[in-house]
């Protein structure tokens, strides 16, 4: 039985649709109305405010935080400045992904971890002979992440102009009203975007504040059913979706290692040890099996085939998360496993798991399409991710650049 | 002297479309604008500091999925945001609104008429499947009923046997909508006075035409058409206004080689030997092309551009009756807060589409009664929209831009449409007054007002008689008649001059096939690429 996040005060009241979801143990809204559709394009073209508090936070502090962390993880994070934020995963000792999320670096000896699953055990684990204190924070620390164009505006309204100098994967303290909070520039959108972090107590006056700095900018508080469409034309894997996690898997095959779903750019692998080092760097010597791609089915195809059955095209407006056969020829090459039609490049994305050979960007392949109870199959192109990819997303305004991290 | 392969007369969104679409097949393309900005009725500009208007046409409805795809819109910066619902407030304190969401749309016709409540998604879906039948009509150049091309002729074959495939029902339905009224065939359907009122004013936009005008029941499958392009979904704002959509389509064009230029006012199309050449510029200045293609509407085109001289008076009679006479005006206001209706008061979502000023048939038809003598509508039909609502980048925070299309005001004033200039504010304050009747603070709120008449249309965008669609979208000037018999395809009496504005098929509104299908026909003519 899931429970309300700190937060759910204010959304269930919003929340008109009743279209709720599990995530993470709690109530999450899918879609404050019977359609994302205002929630997806808050999200592009003013701002969205989502509570993301379902995210697993824990608090690595002590002489050795950085230098545990750098065993645990597959990235050196000793060498992350103060005040920054980086995207990683973790493996287990065959090389096996565990998890993704996010290390923010607060001061030399204290760090946050983010993730989709619990990780309090493994962390535990692995901390013998470290000078170091890991602290669950999960049930104590709620987030908001504030993500679109107007984000900037609307956040330096409530939490002062510092925000402005703020750079891409930044980390900084601030007030709210009084509500301390930690500002980190992430999310989930691919857009320009934040996550304000603070202490339950602080839950209402956060939502408040930025509720009410926002409303001149067009803020609507936004749900998972469009953050979902925003991901995938981010390009973001999501766990338990896209891949397995090592943790969840049964049986060998739904292992993948970080080359396996695209994250191989975070391994530092020729450092000091580090769990699963050892088969990572075999693997990278000896090459991958799989590669999570990007995909993008031919819309002239996809309308022929609802056309030769004189529909419109019947695209699911939703993200959705199956698995879907991908065929090079007359052999099965890998396999869909979320996609959407992005409401903004007019495409219909897929996020695949291809066999390496059929992972460059510009391989042809048939992706099976049903249409009225028959299967069928469309042209897909493998396609660079990010899908999109706006500047906003990266640049910050260079009168307040020296200002924060 | 450089020889471009085009010239394109005019930079309007089917001048670019037209434009990037011969230089993506690698023609050496010029495109020369008369104004300071792009997009000629397609065009956002910012007339009040911090406030942009799209200041003529407001909504993109059609622009068709092949185009985006082929040009590739969005990477150039088109985005688009979709209307949400349709508002309707009644003089009475009471109001209708239609929403994506049929469950709420069938409570709120309810109120008015349980029956109609039910028979809107029927009427819904039987509009869908015409317009499917109709959809490749858009999508391909018009049909030439008289042709003996084997081609050609399998073309109208499939047509017929489109229709003949057609169930009984949609059958009746299409003969009944090529030829009724809009509130003929509205009150086969409906009960509801407040439901079919501002249906029908769909059948009725950018004509000279009332509501009860018989062949104004073809117009409203327009509304029903984007539904044909599944997830690309009907009708919504471009980001930064419409002007959004031209300058995308800029991009892509120069993106492809295409050369724009603006202040550029072409003067004449130079012909020579009875062939297109080149354009002569209001300064003087000429530029030669193996092929000139006008943008303009078909009156500015061969009265104006080429000039009697040169066409047979056939022709130039077909031209000339070839019907203008815009009968609609726009009015743009900057305010410091968002309208608040008496009839629905807050700032909810129903303001995030568009809201139609037609409580009823009768007010339409006295709204089109001052017309038909010579004046604007004392109480016009308004459609109006609000897209700093969900594009906050037109608006200051907390401001907004209120877009006001306005319907009847006639091109001929009985004063003569070279008075409009004196009667321009009295329109604006029917308009400002109109609406302050469903918005009693409105007028506190304005901080900037402008006021189009189609005089203003004609000088200042060259719209003849400031008709928005380059001539009346009525089912005689559509198709194989647009603008004229024989000369549907883009091409004109005179070798190797082009025609590619919205008055030629399939027509007005931003939908970029004009401009598109004319390039495609000007790459087919050309053997082997050689001529255009």
């Known amino acids: ?405 | 002297m450089k020889k471009w392969d085009a010239i394109v007369v005019g930079g309007g969104h089917n001048g670019l479309a037209c434009a990037a679409y011969l230089a993506k097949a690698g023609k050496d393309v010029l495109v020369l604008e008369r104004r300071h900005v792009l997009g000629g009725a397609a065009v956002s500009e910012e007339l009040y500091p911090g406030f942009t208007f799209s200041v003529c046409s407001y909504v993109v409805s059609l622009l068709r999925p092949w185009i985006i795809q082929d040009l590739e819109l969005p990477k150039f910066g088109l985005e688009i945001l979709p209307l949400e619902a349709s508002f309707s407030p009644y003089p009475d304190g009471r109001a209708l609104c239609r929403w994506s969401d049929p469950e709420l749309t069938r409570r709120e016709i309810a109120a008015f008429s349980k029956k109609d409540a039910e028979v809107y998604p029927e009427f819904g879906k039987a509009m869908s499947r015409l317009a499917r039948w109709a959809k490749p009509v858009i999508d391909a150049p018009a049909p030439r009923p008289a042709s003996l091309n084997p081609r050609e002729l399998k073309g109208l074959l499939d047509f017929g046997q489109r229709f003949r495939d057609l169930e009984a029902v949609d059958q009746e339905g299409l003969a009944k909508l090529m030829t009724k009224s809009a509130v003929d065939l509205l009150d086969e359907w409906f009960e509801s006075d407040q439901l079919k009122a501002p249906m029908a004013v769909s059948g009725i936009i950018g004509t000279f035409l009332g509501v009860r005008s018989p062949g104004t029941a073809y117009v409203l499958l327009h509304h029903y058409m984007g539904e044909i392009d599944g997830a690309f979904r009907a009708w919504g704002f471009a980001k930064g206004g419409t002007g959004m959509v031209s300058d995308s389509i800029a991009d892509a064009a120069r993106h492809h080689g295409a050369t724009i230029r603006t202040e550029a006012d072409v003067d004449r199309v130079l012909v020579e030997r009875g062939e297109a050449t080149g354009v002569v510029l209001s300064d003087g200045e000429e530029i030669s092309a193996k092929a000139v293609v006008s943008g303009l509407d078909p009156h500015a085109t061969f009265l104006k551009l080429v000039g009697p001289d040169h066409l047979d008076d056939d022709f130039l009679t077909r031209i000339r009756r070839f019907k203008m006479r815009g009968s609609s005006g726009k009015v743009n206001l900057a305010v410091d807060r968002l309208p608040e209706f008496s009839s629905r008061p807050g700032d909810g979502p129903h303001l995030r589409g568009d809201i139609a000023i037609a409580p009823s048939i009768e007010y339409l038809e006295r709204a089109y009664d001052d017309a038909k003598y010579g004046d604007f509508s004392r109480r016009p039909y308004l459609n109006v929209v609000i897209p700093s609502l969900v594009d906050p980048s037109v608006a200051p925070p907390g401001k907004h831009v209120i877009s006001c299309f306005v319907q009847y005001a006639p091109y001929s004033i009985k004063e003569g449409p070279e008075h409009w200039p004196e009667r321009r504010e009295a329109f604006g304050d029917a308009v400002v007054d109109t609406l302050a009747e469903y918005c009693p603070g409105l007028k506190e709120s304005i901080l900037f007002r402008q006021v189009l008449t189609p005089w203003d249309l004609e000088q200042d965008f060259g719209l003849t008689e400031g008709n928005i669609f380059h001539g009346e979208l009525s089912l005689e000037q559509l198709a194989f008649q647009r603008p004229a018999a024989g000369f549907a395809h883009y091409k004109t009496p005179i070798p190797r001059l082009w025609m590619c504005g919205s008055g030629t098929h399939p027509g007005g509104g931003i939908m970029g096939a004009p401009g598109a299908l004319a390039a495609k026909a000007m790459l087919q003519g050309s053997l082997l690429g050689r001529s255009l």
């Open chain 1, 1 to 405: 039985m899931p429970i309300p996040t700190p937060f759910h005060p204010r959304t269930a009241p919003l929340c008109t649709s009743l279209y709720w979801k599990e995530w993470a143990g709690y109530h999450a809204v899918r879609s404050f109305d019977t359609t994302f559709e205002r929630e997806y394009f808050a999200f592009r073209h003013a701002a969205g405010l989502i509570d993301v508090t379902p995210l697993y936070k824990y608090a690595i502090r002590g002489k050795d935080a950085g230098r545990f962390l750098s065993y645990v993880l597959v990235k050196d994070v000793t060498r992350l400045g103060v005040g920054r934020v980086t995207y990683l995963c973790w493996c287990d000792a065959r090389g096996h992904v565990l998890d993704d999320g996010t290390v923010t670096r607060w001061d030399d000896a204290h760090y946050r971890l983010t993730s989709a699953d619990p990780s309090y055990h493994w962390l535990l684990r692995h901390a013998r002979g470290f000078d170091v204190e890991i602290e669950d924070e999960s049930s104590e620390i709620c987030a908001l992440a504030l993500q679109g164009p107007r984000a900037r505006a609307i956040l330096s309204a409530a939490a002062g102009s510092d925000v402005e100098g703020l750079r891409f994967f930044g980390a900084m303290r601030a007030k709210i009203g009084k509500a301390p909070v930690e500002i980190t520039r992430t999310g989930y959108t691919g857009d320009l975007g934040y996550e304000v972090w603070t202490a339950n107590q602080h839950a209402l006056e956060l939502w408040d504040a930025l509720v009410e700095a926002g409303a001149p900018h067009g803020l609507l508080p936004a749900a998972l059913d469009a953050m979902d469409v925003t991901r995938i034309e981010a390009g973001f894997i999501l766990n338990g979706v896209d891949y397995t996690s090592a943790r969840r898997a049964v049986i060998p095959r739904q292992r993948s290692s970080p080359y396996e779903i695209g994250l191989g750019w975070s391994v530092q692998l020729d450092r000091d040890p580090f769990i699963g080092q050892a088969a990572l760097q075999k693997e990278k010597r000896e090459g991958s099996r799989w590669a999570i791609v990007g995909l993008e089915c031919d819309w002239d195809e996809l309308e022929a085939l609802y056309g030769s059955f004189d529909l419109p095209p019947g695209i699911p407006t939703h993200a959705w998360r199956e698995s879907i056969p991908i065929y090079s020829g007359a052999v099965q090459a890998g396999y869909a496993t979320s996609g959407a039609f992005s409401p903004t490049l007019k495409r219909q994305l897929v996020i695949a798991t291809m066999e390496a050979a059929y992972a460059k960007t510009g391989t042809e392949l048939r992706m099976e399409w049903t249409v009225e109870h028959q299967r069928h199959a469309v042209r897909a192109i493998v396609t660079d991710r990010p899908f999109f990819d706006p500047e906003r997303k990266r640049s910050t305004p260079k009168i307040a650049q020296g200002a924060g991290a």
